[in-house]
T-cell receptor
Framework: EPEVTQTPSHQVTQMGQEVILRCVPI?????FYWYRQILGQKVEFLVS????????KSEIFDDQFSVERPDGSNFTLKIRSTKLEDSAMYFC??????????????FGNGTRLTVT | SQKIEQNSEALNIQEGKTATLTCNYT??????LQWYRQDPGRGPVFLLL?????KEKRKERLKVTFDTTLKQSLFHITASQPADSATYLC?????????????FGRGTQLTVWP
């Protein structure tokens, strides 16, 4: 069964550095998402992306964050000038193009970001 | 936004019994509700979706109910097995979202012991 793949599985960075988290969504999906989960907390929505532009973003997704689909397969999340509180598990997800309003999300296994 | 509460953070049951997990929401009634399973260090995995006009949905040993009057969904696992041990997440869509932005509950950690 096709799956969403994320790299790296674990990223350690120093405060103030930039990181790029990478995702390869399922190939026939057209809707892409980033969620994050701080240890012990809820899974939280960051951003949704469709047709090469951001569709929705949460209050968490401020100017420090950006997303990009640089080619036909990758979907990236960039965090500029990381802060300690950015430490979390970041999940990429994708969903099918038809009836996407209530289509389930297919999640990757996440990138654990540790900011020191 | 939507406030979601899932019953006790942890539920421990014996193998073979039925596990019942609760999801309550407090604001608007969503058009649908989803349940996901999350294993430690992994991403959520979709299990079931139930729409507001459906009272019940089944898939193998799983059953979900949706009561919009009570603002509650119940998730049942019958004939539970140790392999069912995981955290189960309830998720509801944002009312104004067009692309399935979801709010997740904190989850209920289920442990099934032999």
């Amino acid at each position: 069964e096709p799956e969403v793949t994320q790299t790296p599985s674990h990223q350690v960075t120093q405060m103030g550095q930039e990181v790029i988290l990478r995702c390869v969504p399922i190939s026939n999906h057209l809707y892409f998402y980033w969620y994050r989960q701080i240890l012990g907390q809820k899974v939280e929505f960051l951003v949704s992306f469709y047709n090469n532009e951001i569709s929705e973003k949460s209050e968490i997704f401020d100017d420090q964050f950006s997303v990009e689909r640089p080619d036909g397969s990758n979907f990236t999340l960039k965090i500029r000038s990381t802060k300690l509180e950015d430490s979390a598990m970041y999940f990429c997800a994708s969903s099918r193009p038809l009836s996407s309003y209530n289509s389930p999300l297919h999640f990757g296994n996440g990138t654990r970001l540790t900011v020191t | 936004s939507q406030k979601i509460e899932q019953n006790s953070e942890a539920l421990n049951i014996q193998e073979g019994k039925t596990a019942t997990l609760t999801c309550n929401y407090t604001n608007y009634s969503p058009a649908y509700l989803q349940w996901y399973r999350q294993d430690p260090g992994r991403g959520p995995v979709f299990l079931l979706l139930i729409r507001e006009n459906e009272k019940e949905k089944r898939k193998e040993r799983l059953k979900v109910t949706f009561d919009t009057t009570l603002k509650q969904s119940l998730f049942h696992i019958t004939a539970s097995q140790p392999a069912d041990s995981a955290t189960y997440l309830c998720a509801l869509p944002d009312r104004g979202s067009t692309l399935g932005r979801l709010y997740f509950g904190r989850g209920t950690q289920l442990t099934v012991w032999p």
